[in-house]
């Protein structure tokens, strides 16, 4: 039975406008059945009316009888992936919501579905039927996108992330750097490679990942960075790499791993790859993780055992640092506050030493050491009398990010 004040709502709407019964059942959710077209025909039933073809329909314009044809086009679009779930969104011409709310205004918006959630359900059920997969409303691996006033239909497969901390032996940046002649497009100054630096973390890690995934791009995000000459060696820096566009989703990560640090033999060495997400992609990049590292320091003249105890002065030192002369070029000039927080050291004879810091995250190791000609006090240039330089830099530990097993 159909509630009397469902016909009468009913009645009213279909007075004014040729509804179809799919729109017709999606207008009253209250009446019981296996989907809205089979609620429509029951109202107009009762109502002991004939049925509106959907193509003179005044709501949809017949919207819902292409439902099979858009699934079909996205199930071509699919085949291309490997995926285990799904989700479908729908673009809606704005005419065809304002028609909605004309609906609404007769029959109210109490137990009704939208046109939007109408396509993206029945599409979704004949993919889900056809193809075998589970339709996920949070987090799908693929999209299909209904684009009704295009009349076309895309797939579009969300990124992958997977965590990892990584080892860098060799002198590279950490990311992607393009050629600056060109943009990465290449060109005759790049040897038409694109890249200012034939290597880097990331192009090893991309390379691998890509070829393995069918992707399209990566996106590195890292607990900060490295300067390219300095290695970085402990439990490796925390880091989530993104995989645009992947074709291929599910696999051994280990696997990867392995071919990862086959590639990068003696430059580059990733200690785990772990499924990750976009919030921890967030976490990473405003964390603050305090860092430890060690520096060969070599200074102007040979410095005596006494005269290294004076860098004791220097733990739980605040250090003012304005921005290096390095990097003026590209980083606006500011003052910046951080705290040594360990210090040690051990004599190598002669001019030189090797100096283990932990500090503050943001603290310029080589302008702490050098004074960065007054831009940063207290230094150990300072504190020994003497101009000196970092040699060899190594990051030893990032203290933050999940650890890998076995590290």
Same mark, same amino acid.
């Given at each position: ?19 179809? %019964? ?13 989907? *809205?077209?089979? @609620? ?27 439902? /099979? ?29 304002? @028609? ?10 109490? *137990? ?11 599409? /979704? ?15 799908? %691996? ?82 900060? @960075? ?34 990862? *640090? ?69 980083? /606006?000039?500011?003052?910046?506050? @951080? ?20 500090? %503050? ?10 004074? %960065? ?11 020994? /009398? ?22």
């Amino acid at each position: 039975m159909v509630p009397e004040d469902v016909l009468d709502r009913a009645r009213n709407l279909l007075q004014r406008y040729r509804v179809c %019964d799919h729109c017709l059942g999606r207008a009253f959710l209250e009446v019981d059945g296996r989907d *809205n077209r089979e @609620r429509g025909e029951k109202i107009r039933e009762a109502l002991g009316l004939g049925e509106t073809p959907p193509e003179k329909c005044y709501f949809c314009r017949g919207l819902f009888s292409k439902i /099979g044809e858009y699934a079909e086009k996205a199930e071509k679009g699919l085949r291309g992936y490997v995926f285990r779930t799904f989700r479908v969104g729908t673009h809606v011409p704005k005419d065809l919501i304002a @028609r909605e709310e004309l609906m609404w205004e007769v029959v109210g918006v109490k *137990n009704t579905e939208t046109i939007k959630k109408h396509v993206n359900r029945e599409v /979704g059920k004949r993919i889900k039927r056809a193809m075998g997969k589970e339709y996920d409303a949070e987090s799908p %691996d693929v999209e299909v996108l209904v684009d009704v006033e295009k009349d076309d239909v895309r797939v579009r497969s969300n990124p992958i992330y997977l965590y990892g901390r990584y080892r860098k032996y060799a002198e590279m940046p950490q990311s992607k750097w393009p050629c600056r002649y060109c943009g990465g497009r290449g060109c005759g100054k790049c040897e038409y490679t694109g890249r200012q630096w034939r290597e880097s973390v990331e192009y090893y890690l991309s390379d691998v990942l890509l070829g393995v995934t069918g992707g399209r791009d990566t996106k590195l995000h890292a607990a900060g @960075r490295e300067d390219i000459d300095a290695r970085m060696l402990g439990t490796g820096r925390p880091f989530v790499i993104e995989i645009v566009e992947p074709r291929i989703r599910y696999g051994s990560w280990e696997w990867v791993r392995k071919e990862i *640090n086959a590639y990068g033999e003696g430059k580059v060495e990733v200690l785990c790859l772990l499924p990750s997400d976009r919030k921890e992609v967030q976490e990473l990049k405003s964390a603050e993780y305090k860092k430890t590292y060690r520096a060969v320091v070599e200074c102007g003249r040979e410095i005596t055992g006494a005269e290294l105890e004076r860098l004791g002065s220097l733990k739980g030192a605040v250090v003012y640092q304005r921005t290096p002369e390095r990097i003026r070029h590209r980083r /606006g000039d500011a003052l910046r506050k @951080r705290k040594v927080l360990e210090i040690r050291w051990e004599p190598l004879g002669g001019r030189r030493f090797v100096l283990y810091i932990t500090a %503050d995250p943001g603290l310029y190791i080589k302008e702490f050491v050098s004074g %960065d000609n007054g831009r940063t006090k207290p230094s150990v240039s300072e504190v020994l /009398g003497t101009p000196c330089k970092v040699a060899r830099l190594d990051v030893m530990e990032v203290h933050g990010g999940r650890r890998c097993s076995g590290t």
